[in-house]
């Protein structure tokens, strides 16, 4: 199956910026007002790579059910990796017990189970950026079920509504922009930016075989869309009405934009490991940023070092070390448990076709 090295590279790109973003306190108050963004950009991406490699076996031959198996065993290990540190952060009072009135082991369940938390403050508060998991793992779970009637007319719709509804939140929103979605009260929000942005990826996808004629191997031209990127989501904050403007210019023309032209162009072969390693590492440096963060940020202050005291080589040093452990994870824990996660998951088809081929003879 063709890989979009560049697109995954790419996403290698914004889930560093939102580590920036998420580790203020190492950077001495740096961060990018717009990086919030790269979400909606990972929603779009997902739409296109989820399109390109599970739309066809989910027309034919993949049921609902394998392929949530399919994006759980993909997901979850590496999020749960992430919970049990949040979990050692909590029993260490780095963090404070989130929500009054609600026991610890409510708080703890919900958080391994990977569900949302019923209260008007974040939905995931031992890592907020697992609402986006969550969501992520909601819609597909919507498109697969949907597939056979999500034609492009039918899923233009889809788009067209979730659209209208991005603009509403985009005006209505008090924060300024489309930062929406991680709380209870915005998360209708949250699945209008993923349906939105999600779909729009599966319309590019099922377009992309169309284009012809374009190069695949120019260094420069693969370079560009990642250095693109990298200035849209660094591009300075000059306001409320223009973060209003700015967000709607990137969801709707921007992002789009880049993912349709960087398809098309491959790195070079000597630029392939770099790309495929920033590829590889996204998801695990966007999953564990949080806890991992605020065990560092808690056993620096516990030391009496604070981190802001050594910013911005403090940051450096982070994205440096999580960086590593996401290499160290995904080579020594993460392919090992998805690999036996799939195996055993295999099994259990097997097993239980055999027990009703036995039951019915």
């Known amino acids: 199956m063709?890989?979009?090295?560049?697109?995954?590279?790419?996403?290698?790109?914004?889930?560093?910026?939102?580590?920036?973003?998420?580790?203020?306190?190492?950077?001495?108050?740096i961060t990018f007002r717009h990086s919030y963004l790269a979400v909606d950009f990972f929603f779009l991406l997902s739409g296109f790579v989820v399109c390109h490699a599970y739309e066809a076996p989910l027309k034919t031959s993949l049921s609902v059910l394998q392929f949530m198996k399919?994006?759980?065993?993909?997901?979850?290990?590496?999020?749960?990796?992430?919970?049990?540190?949040?979990?050692?952060?909590?029993?260490?009072?780095?963090?404070?017990l989130p929500y009054s009135g609600?026991?610890?082991?409510?708080?703890?369940?919900?958080?391994?189970l990977l569900i949302p938390f019923p209260s008007q403050d974040q939905i995931f508060p031992l890592n907020g950026p697992a609402w986006s998991?969550?969501?992520?793992?909601?819609?597909?779970?919507?498109?697969?079920?949907?597939?056979?009637?999500?034609?492009?007319r039918v899923l233009g719709i889809v788009v067209a509504i979730c659209g209208v509804m991005v603009v509403a939140a985009v005006l209505l929103s008090h924060r300024g922009g489309l930062?929406?979605?991680?709380?209870?009260?915005?998360?209708?929000?949250?699945?209008a930016r993923f349906g939105f942005s999600f779909g729009l990826g599966v319309?590019?996808?099922?377009?992309?075989?169309?284009?012809?004629?374009?190069?695949?191997?120019?260094?420069?031209?693969?370079?560009?869309?990642?250095?693109?990127?990298?200035?849209?989501?660094?591009?300075?904050?000059?306001?409320r009405a223009w973060a209003d403007i700015y967000a709607l210019i990137c969801v709707f023309l921007i992002f789009p934009f880049l993912v349709w032209f960087a398809a098309g162009y491959q790195p070079s072969p000597w630029l392939l490991p770099a790309f495929r390693g920033l590829g590889a590492s996204s998801y695990p440096v966007y999953i564990l940023q949080v806890?991992?963060?605020?065990?560092?940020?808690?056993?620096?202050?516990?030391?009496?070092?604070?981190?802001?005291?050594?910013?911005?080589?403090?940051?450096?040093?982070?994205m440096v070390a999580i960086t590593a452990l996401a290499f160290v994870l995904i080579r020594y824990v993460e392919q090992p448990v998805r690999q036996r996660l799939r195996h055993l998951a295999q099994i259990t088809r097997v097993h239980v076709w055999q027990r009703l081929v036995g039951a019915s003879a």
């Open 70 to 96: 399919l994006r759980l065993i993909r997901l979850y290990p590496l999020y749960f990796i992430g919970f049990v540190l949040s979990a050692v952060a909590l029993a260490l009072k780095f963090y404070t």
């Open 133 to 152: 998991l969550w969501c992520e793992l909601a819609g597909n779970f919507i498109y697969a079920a949907a597939i056979r009637f999500l034609n492009d």
């Open 203 to 239: 319309l590019l996808r099922r377009r992309q075989p169309a284009i012809k004629g374009r190069l695949k191997t120019l260094p420069g031209l693969a370079f560009l869309p990642l250095i693109m990127l990298f200035n849209v989501l660094a591009f300075p904050d000059f306001g």
């Open 291 to 318: 806890p991992v963060a605020v065990l560092a940020e808690g056993v620096m202050r516990s030391a009496g070092y604070p981190p802001e005291r050594f910013a911005p080589y403090s940051g450096m040093i982070f």
């Open 102 to 112: 609600w026991t610890l082991s409510a708080v703890l369940a919900a958080g391994a």
């Open 179 to 191: 930062d929406v979605g991680f709380t209870l009260n915005t998360l209708p929000l949250a699945f």
């Open 2 to 29: 063709k890989r979009y090295d560049t697109l995954d590279a790419m996403r290698g790109v914004a889930a560093f910026l939102i580590i920036l973003r998420h580790t203020s306190a190492f950077w001495g108050g």
